[in-house]
């Protein structure tokens, strides 16, 4: 079992800039949240995803959207980027559309200079 | 809205201390509370997760109550050892509307020198 994979590691980009970020959830694993976690921070909830779907979404702008495929991977995208967004952004699975346990990927560190 | 404050934000002690890290959220309502562990620079890892109906869990080392008419929870490490070094998070999930949602606390920073 590969668990939650995200890709890729580590990103630097300018600002103004567009980046899509990836992840693929654990085996079985049809719910997929993306959270959002600045230095010296806890994480922040930014959308959750189901059967395709943006389910709940966080206090977070338009600029923030995602994407859920067939297979449940899913995809964050940041347009416009700014450089309060630089972060560690964190993929989340689980399984059934409601609640259970929660398994976290690696992160993608994302720089915006 | 869910609000979630851990003491002590930072926390260094000798090897072989028994500790207690601190939680705790605004808001009763939850459906669960999950412990994670952070590793500098690195995703969670989930060490222990009490459901609402639930006062405490235990693996290893570890064990995790929950209050939640006062709205705390206390995790328990036992014999403290130097690969226990990292950020513990408390997440508190949400019901209803916010079912599915985590919210986080910014984490207690555990030193555990040899």
């Known amino acids: 079992d590969a668990g939650v994979t995200q890709s890729p590691t580590h990103l630097i980009k300018t600002r103004g800039q567009q980046v899509t970020l990836r992840c693929s959830p654990k085996s079985g694993h049809d719910t997929v949240s993306w959270y959002q976690q600045a230095l010296g921070q806890g994480p922040q909830f930014i959308f959750q995803?189901?059967?395709?779907?943006?389910?709940q979404r966080g206090n977070f702008p338009d600029r923030f959207s995602g994407h859920q495929f067939p297979n449940y991977s899913s995809e964050l995208n940041v347009n416009a980027l700014l450089l309060g967004d630089s972060a560690l952004y964190l993929c989340?699975?689980?399984?059934?559309?409601?609640?259970?346990?929660?398994?976290f990927g690696p992160g993608t560190r994302l720089t915006v200079l | 809205k869910q609000e979630v404050t851990q003491i002590p934000a930072a926390l260094s002690v000798p090897e072989g201390e028994n500790l207690v890290l601190n939680c705790s959220f605004t808001?009763?309502?939850?459906?669960?509370l999950q412990w994670f562990r952070q590793d500098p620079g690195k995703g969670l890892t989930s060490l222990l997760l009490i459901q609402s109906s639930q006062r405490e869990q235990t693996s290893g080392r570890l064990n995790a109550s929950l209050d939640k008419s006062s709205g705390r929870s206390t995790l328990y490490i036992a014999a403290s050892q130097p690969g226990d070094s990292a950020t513990y998070l408390c997440a508190v999930e949400g019901r209803g509307s916010t079912l599915g949602r985590l919210y986080f606390g910014r984490g207690t920073q555990l030193t555990v020198w040899p």
């Open positions: 808001d009763s309502a939850i459906y669960n």
């Open positions: 989340a699975s689980s399984r059934g559309g409601n609640s259970n346990e929660q398994f």
């Open positions: 995803y189901y059967e395709e779907e943006e389910r």
